[in-house]
């Protein structure tokens, strides 16, 4: 299963491992206008229906049952939504069956959803993550993979379980081919935890602080759920005087909030002091088509100002 | 349009042997008798969970696993009788309804959410129609036979209508089967809707009839459309209780247990039927007795 090492973009290695499992492993894969956008930004391999590279209509609310009965039928497709937004016509069967298969008849239904965001840029059509409302349903994973190892991580995942799987994509890691390692320093004033794009503006803003003389943490969140609470990130929120941050591209009223309570959840009463953690998403209201209406993921100004503002409200850095 | 003649071909029951026309007999006293049990449990007490009873629907499922032998079965909440006809075990799904360990899913799948890897029938999730699409891709997936059963009622979701097209574009393995009482729930169809679910499977150019309850017009017809799959049959029905539950508003349009019979006296079986009738409801109220004693 593992595939070549060579370096590869994050599209490169999902085109890869498609082909992969279509070829060698009997595997499917669905989707609408799958050519489209240049064969969905290089991440589909040209391969034909006969191959199992299957185009589905654009009733989206039936293409994810036919995606999960694909599944029963042992095929581990990989589902390609091209807008996490579609999700909403999608999820049912998903939630709704696949994820509820096994624990109501063990009937496993291991199906991989691969669920792409983009930042802003198309109005009310909800570009962004929505990954919430699957981290909100038992029986699933989710996860948001945002290099090539990740997304091999992820992969290796799904072919070793019978897990329902949420692969929450986002158009900015397609050209990726690089890790993005943890930063964890000594003595840091805030940790940040990114998921998905926001992980690009952490990297950036996390710079910025440091030439203001505020030392960060960042942590990548790459496993949404289940979110185990490592001892890494018991320890780096411990070890930072002023509290946490956790960014994500999707609203703020979803899987943000859940992941900040339960991580404050799990620093209370197990001897560790108690620490804020502070959220910024998409907020709470629709995105219009004009640029100033837009309704985007928080950028590096507004991480460092919110880091900046977790600081000074909680008695200043002297 | 509903009646008990609906689409009938005279003499049809001639033209399948004695031992076709019991055995789908034996079947429809099989699920009656079953039902008949589990609204007595249910009276008693015995079941304290919603149960969806196919008590006068028997002959569809009866006819259909007759006709189209070993499909892959995609069915919804009223499905004891599926169960029953495709040659699923009978204690099981009574432990099931009594809430026990033993039951076919474990007492996760009550009456609505039954399922048997034996039999290939995969469970339903609750939201109707789902089953359909699910079908489909299984299908897809496995270039299998495939049964695909709804209710009148949920043959109105888009996903059940478009997924047919889909399994229709892609000449899918499916029998699509509507169990059609005319009701949703207390809704009748004329209330939900004017268009016929048998002219929108034409106009996917699928082959599909519209037909009554008669057992022996359902094999002829689904031996047909099952060498033309995706195919589709629309198969009009009457529920005779509740939909949820064991009472009883009024008496059925028609009564095809009792047509059935005539019919079978009219083929000269009325001896044998009588006979599988009696020793059925014996069979069956022992199974029944006994699993409530445990
Ligand atoms: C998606 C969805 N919508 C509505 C319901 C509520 N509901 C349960 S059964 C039912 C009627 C189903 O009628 P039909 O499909 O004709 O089957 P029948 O009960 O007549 O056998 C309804 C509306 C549901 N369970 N799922
Ligand atoms: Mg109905």
Not at chain 1, 147 to 157: C, G, R
Not at chain 1, 202 to 210: F, H, N, S
Not at chain 1, 296 to 307: E, F, M, Q, R, S
Not at chain 2, 35 to 54: H, R, V, W
């Amino acid at each position: 299963m593992e595939e070549t090492t060579q370096k590869m973009t994050v599209a490169e290695k999902i085109s890869q491992i498609t082909r992969n499992h279509l070829l060698k492993n009997n595997g499917l894969a669905l989707g609408q206008c799958l050519t489209a956008v240049g064969w969905v930004g290089g991440t589909i391999p040209h391969l034909s229906e006969k191959e199992g590279l299957v185009e589905l209509s654009m009733a989206d609310v039936s293409g994810g049952g036919i995606a999960v009965g694909a599944a029963l039928a042992g095929r581990r497709p990989i589902y390609i939504v091209r807008y996490q937004g579609f999700q909403w016509y999608n999820a049912a069967s998903i939630v709704n069956y696949a994820a509820k298969s096994k624990d109501m008849w063990g009937i496993p239904c291991p199906i991989f959803v691969r669920s792409i965001a983009m930042d802003g840029a198309i109005g009310p059509v909800a570009s962004g993550s929505h990954h919430s409302i699957f981290i909100r349903m038992p029986g699933i994973v989710v996860c948001a993979p945002m290099t090539p190892n990740e997304y091999q991580q992820v992969w290796n995942y799904f072919m070793e379980h019978d897990d329902p799987m949420y692969i929450s994509e986002h158009k900015k890691s397609f050209p990726i081919d690089y890790d993005m390692k943890d930063i964890i320093k000594p003595k840091a004033d805030v940790t940040i935890f990114a998921i998905s794009s926001t992980r690009i503006n952490a990297i950036e803003a996390v710079k910025t602080l440091e030439g203001n003389g505020i030392v960060c943490n960042l942590i990548h969140l790459l496993w949404l759920k289940p979110f185990v609470i490592n001892k890494k990130i018991i320890a780096s929120l411990n070890q930072s005087r002023f509290g946490g941050l956790i960014l994500d591209g999707d609203f703020e009223n979803g899987a943000l909030k859940c992941l900040a309570f339960d991580i404050i959840q799990k620093l209370t009463g197990s001897g560790n002091k108690f620490k804020p953690i502070k959220t910024l998403g998409l907020e709470e209201r629709s995105a219009g088509f004009a640029p100033h209406l837009d309704n985007l993921p928080p950028t590096t100004g507004k991480i460092v100002k919110t880091v900046e503002y977790i600081i000074n409200s909680n008695g200043k850095k002297n | 349009m509903r009646s008990k003649s609906f689409g009938e071909i005279k003499n049809i029951s001639k033209h399948f042997t004695k031992k076709e026309s019991l055995e789908m007999f034996k079947k429809m006293c099989i699920s009656r008798n079953f039902e008949f049990n589990t609204k007595d449990a249910f009276d008693k007490g015995y079941i304290k969970m919603p149960i969806y009873l196919s008590v006068g629907e028997e002959s569809v499922s009866s006819a259909i696993s007759i006709a189209y032998k070993k499909p892959h079965i995609f069915a919804q909440h009223r499905c004891h009788d599926i169960y029953l006809a495709f040659g699923g075990e009978i204690v099981p799904l009574i432990d099931e309804l009594l809430h026990k360990p033993s039951g076919i899913a474990k007492g996760m799948g009550g009456s609505a959410s039954i399922h048997s890897p034996k039999i290939g029938m995969f469970g339903h999730s609750g939201l109707m129609g789902d089953q359909i699409p699910i079908a489909v891709g299984y299908a897809l997936g496995s270039k299998q036979k495939v049964l695909a059963i709804m209710g009148d009622a949920s043959a109105e979701e888009d996903y059940v209508i478009s997924s047919m097209g889909y399994a229709a574009s892609k000449k899918l393995p499916v029998l699509f089967v509507c169990t059609d009482n005319g009701l949703s729930i207390l809704t009748k169809v004329a209330v939900r809707r004017n268009w016929s679910m048998v002219n929108v499977a034409k106009a996917f150019g699928m082959d599909a009839v519209e037909i009554t309850d008669d057992p022996w017009l359902i094999m002829h017809h689904v031996k047909k459309l099952a060498k033309n799959l995706p195919s589709f049959i629309n198969i009009h029905t009457t529920r005779v209780l509740w939909h949820n539950g064991t009472g009883q508003d009024s008496e059925p349009e028609w009564d095809r247990f009792k047509i059935v019979k005539e019919d079978l006296k009219n083929l000269g079986l009325e001896k044998q039927a009588l006979k599988i009738e009696q020793e059925t409801k014996e069979f069956i109220d022992k199974l029944w007795k006994k699993q409530l004693k445990k």
